[in-house]
């Protein structure tokens, strides 16, 4: 399994924005997540962080889901927590596109030609203190320097590609390699995650976690250690 800081870090690049309170309160959210793994955040005028403290306690919920057939299911849910900052304005472009990759809002648009003017929607970012995450089966916390720190598996592109395939065309043969695995005959079959350290597939309503033999050092590699799961029938 991937290290906690990366696993966090994996999920939180593709995770959308659902949650956003200030002090306690919620307030409306909308956002991405920058290349360090921070919330951005695109605020209108008229809400609640619009007129930024800098001692605002603000939590971002960050959810990553897994579509199976038609029936979508939470990935990993993770809570950041830490104060607002207003993004430079050199920096601005790059987050309005880490918004623009989950939340296609006009007011971006207007935040980058307007910006820095006081009636102007704003983008603020997270200025980190820690990370509550559950993905799983698991849960805990993280501080700022071990989030911050990571990054996601190089892979995941990759492996979100050749899930999706799996899923899409060879279900059948992730069911009989999996049955095989187990020596019994299983119930409804999905591959669930996909990492350079193994597989994690859900059979019914339990995650099942198979290991690769070597960690995949490229996306070939990784081809090629799954197909060693499919083709164990």
């Known amino acids: 399994m991937l290290p906690i800081p990366e696993r966090v870090r994996?999920?939180?690049?593709?995770?959308?924005?659902?949650?956003?309170?200030?002090?306690?309160?919620?307030?409306p959210a909308r956002g991405g997540v920058d290349e360090r793994g921070r919330p951005i955040l695109l605020v209108l005028p008229g809400e609640t962080l619009h007129g930024l403290r800098a001692d605002a306690v603000v939590a971002v919920n960050l959810t990553s889901m897994r579509q199976l057939g038609t029936v979508t299911h939470p990935r990993g849910l993770i809570e950041v927590q830490g104060w607002a900052e207003a993004v430079p304005e050199a920096e601005a472009?790059?987050?309005?596109?880490?918004?623009?990759?989950?939340?296609?809002?006009?007011?971006?648009?207007?935040?980058?030609?307007?910006?820095g003017r006081p009636d102007a929607p704003r983008l603020l970012r997270l200025d980190v203190g820690q990370v509550v995450y559950l993905t799983g089966q698991e849960s805990g916390l993280l501080d700022a320097d071990d989030y911050l720190g990571a990054t996601p598996d190089p892979l995941a592109d990759t492996a979100e590609r050749v899930l999706a395939h799996v899923n899409s065309s060879h279900r059948a043969q992730l069911a009989s390699g999996v049955a095989k695995?187990?020596?019994?005959?299983?119930?409804?079959?999905?591959?669930?995650?996909?990492?350079?350290?193994?597989?994690?597939?859900?059979?019914?309503?339990?995650?099942?976690?198979?290991?690769?033999?070597?960690?995949?050092?490229?996306?070939?590699?990784?081809?090629?250690?799954?197909?060693?799961?499919?083709?164990?029938?």
């Open 10 to 27: 994996t999920l939180a690049a593709t995770a959308n924005v659902a949650k956003l309170s200030v002090d306690g309160a919620p307030s």
């Open 93 to 115: 472009r790059s987050a309005a596109v880490s918004v623009a990759s989950h939340s296609a809002d006009e007011s971006l648009f207007e935040a980058l030609e307007r910006f």
């Open 181 to 233: 695995q187990l020596g019994e005959s299983t119930g409804e079959v999905w591959l669930w995650e996909l990492d350079r350290f193994g597989a994690t597939v859900r059979v019914d309503e339990a995650l099942v976690r198979f290991q690769w033999p070597n960690p995949a050092n490229s996306g070939v590699c990784l081809e090629t250690a799954l197909r060693g799961l499919l083709c164990s029938c």
